[in-house]
């Protein structure tokens, strides 16, 4: 696997913490969020911000779509889970999440069917080889995740499918970005971009950022060397006095995106008003929501669901971590009554999340590429 | 379980894995993962990808063709 040695490569990797240390004014802090959460992941599994110069601070943005989902949207999906006949399907990476009264797998140990699927079109195939059950097929994710659900929809209305619903819980990146730009609170300097959202979205879309709040975003790949070259990007940014969107991932990621991705996602999708984040309360523009044409395969119109929701959990501090105010670690419940086997937030569930990462690679090694 | 796997997670998108496309059969094609896996994908959303090229593969789904072949399998 050439490209990825040649994107751990530790002398690389070394040459590049030099060259950040030579841009960064000592006099100042500089702090740059990371949007997406394989980042984050990256950043804690390689040890990158041990080889940072201590000004930098790199602040764990909510590009974890599980752990930004409040508890509420779980409780909903659950409900349906609990209907009579229903078949629920989620990817592997949901059925620890827990919602007020368990997660879909303590769901499955008192009786609902509970399937875990690769691919909404696995769902849709369990859909099609039962058609006399009503088939849910829990929709989560950015826009990268949110173009295959617009396929497998679209596919289900060609074939004419009667018995599959989609429980839309689609969120977008820009409309999370701005809002935290807009929070009195939150100082951020600069942002490494999402690699993998921006092969559909482009990079035109994060201009806002440069053009109305004057800082930079370079859109990243994902290995430790990617990393530390788009915060050497970033730094020449600022030491110039410029904001602008650059691509350091262009082997992989072309400057327009993809347009058929968009034009599928415009056909099935409609933005929602305002949508809740876990942490950064409601989001205006900031989700999906399935089209009046589509409506068949809406679960939310289709499947009545009975059962309260309830609110995250009061001591669970999920929220300040997500916003980059406090870190991981500094919540009461990390290490202790959270952790990755009783994870009482999300961000200790996903692989994704800051705190199962944090928790995960606690001793990891400086630049280990491992 | 692949390197890409271990670190990734379904729901967020850096799951997402490249593959060269080996052969076309409508709106599926059969395709091959940086771990030698052959995997089937849709292809709805990359018109222009043919066998050959590299996509980004999401759950599945090709979400976009990929300039630079980025895995050498
Ligand atoms: S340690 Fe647990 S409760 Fe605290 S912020 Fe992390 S996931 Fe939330």
Not at chain 1, 17 to 27: K, Q, T
Not at chain 1, 210 to 227: L, Q
Request: aromatic share 6%; proline share 6%.
């Amino acid at each position: 696997m050439k490209y990825v040695d040649e994107f751990r490569d530790a002398r690389t990797i070394r040459r590049l913490a030099d060259e950040i240390a030579g841009l960064v004014d000592p006099g100042r802090t500089y702090r740059i969020m990371e949007i997406c959460g394989g980042h984050t992941h990256s950043i804690f599994r390689f040890g990158l911000s041990q080889l940072l110069p201590d000004n930098i601070d790199l602040i764990h943005g909510p590009g974890c779509p599980v752990c930004v989902l409040p508890m509420g949207r779980m409780d909903v999906g659950l409900a349906m889970a609990e209907q009579d006949g229903l078949i629920f399907t989620a990817f592997g990476d949901m059925m620890r999440v827990p919602g007020s009264t368990g997660s879909p797998l303590e769901s499955k140990a008192r009786g609902a069917d509970i399937r875990m699927v690769y691919s909404p079109l696995d769902a849709l195939k369990i859909a099609q080889e039962n058609p006399e059950r009503p088939v849910m097929f829990f929709a989560i994710g950015f826009e990268t995740t949110a173009p295959s659900t617009a396929v497998t929809i679209m596919r289900a209305k060609a074939a004419g499918v009667g018995n599959f619903f989609v429980f839309c819980n689609h969120i977008l990146v820009n409309p999370a970005i701005r809002a935290l730009l807009d929070m009195d609170d939150m100082r951020l300097d600069a942002f490494i971009g999402p690699g993998h959202v921006s092969t559909v979205i482009g990079c035109e879309p994060y201009r806002f950022i440069a053009e109305d709040y004057g800082r930079p975003i370079v859109v990243s790949g994902f290995e430790p060397v990617d990393i530390m070259q788009s915060i050497a990007m970033i730094l020449r940014q600022m030491k110039d006095g410029t904001a602008k969107v650059e691509n350091q991932y262009s082997r992989a990621l072309p400057w327009e995106g993809n347009p058929a991705a968009r034009a599928a996602l415009d056909l099935v999708f409609e933005t929602r008003d305002s949508f809740e984040w876990r942490g950064l309360g409601r989001i205006p523009h900031s989700a999906y929501a399935i089209r009046e044409e589509f409506a068949e395969f809406d679960a939310e119109k289709q499947i009545g669901v009975h059962g309260q929701t309830f609110p995250d959990p009061v001591e669970a501090q999920c929220g300040d971590v997500l916003k980059g105010a406090i870190k991981p670690r500094d919540c009461r419940l990390f290490g202790n009554a959270c952790t990755p086997e009783t994870p009482v937030g999300a961000l200790m569930v996903s692989s994704e999340g800051a705190c199962a990462a944090q928790y995960k690679y606690a001793d990891v090694t400086i630049g280990s590429t491992d | 379980m692949n390197d890409q796997q271990a670190r990734s997670c379904s729901v967020c998108a850096d799951a997402a894995e490249h593959a060269v496309i080996e052969s076309i059969a409508g709106s599926d094609a059969r395709a091959v993962t940086a771990t030698g896996e052959t995997v089937t994908i849709a292809i709805d959303l990359v018109p222009d990808a043919g066998v050959g090229d590299t996509v980004l593969v999401q759950q599945g789904v090709a979400i976009g063709r990929v300039p630079r072949r980025e895995i050498q399998p």
